[in-house]
């Protein structure tokens, strides 16, 4: 009987180290977030090609005297797409952070 006691109290300890021991565990990409990353950098790319070509039609001068009107839904969609690419960028940062952890230890 004593040694089922013991076996008995031994078991909780042991079944709360588990969860001490994955603490240490790096953070690893989901399914979801290697797939997100392997297609990331095709949506920065157009993006910034987006912003470039919105940015092109603002310096032509010809715009602003035959086009006046458009100038300003132009700027208004420069500045979603500038928005889109650093939040693009930022969420491909924080994926290669992620990668670049879990492939380490």
Not at 5 to 13: D, F, K, L, M
């Given at each position: 009987r004593a040694a089922k006691?013991?076996?008995?109290?031994?078991?909780?300890?042991q079944a709360s180290a588990k969860p001490a021991a994955r603490a240490g565990d790096k953070p690893k990409l989901t399914f979801a977030e290697r797939t997100e990353l392997e297609g990331i950098v095709g949506r920065i790319d157009a993006a910034e090609q987006k912003v470039a070509e919105l940015e092109a039609k603002l310096a032509d001068p010809t715009l602003y005297a035959s086009r006046g009107a458009?100038?300003?839904?132009?700027l208004a969609e420069l500045d979603r797409e500038k928005q889109e690419a650093a939040r693009l960028v930022s969420r491909w940062e924080e994926l290669e952070t992620k990668r670049e952890a879990a492939g380490k230890g």
């Open positions: 006691a013991q076996a008995a109290e031994a078991r909780p300890a458009d100038v300003a839904g132009l």
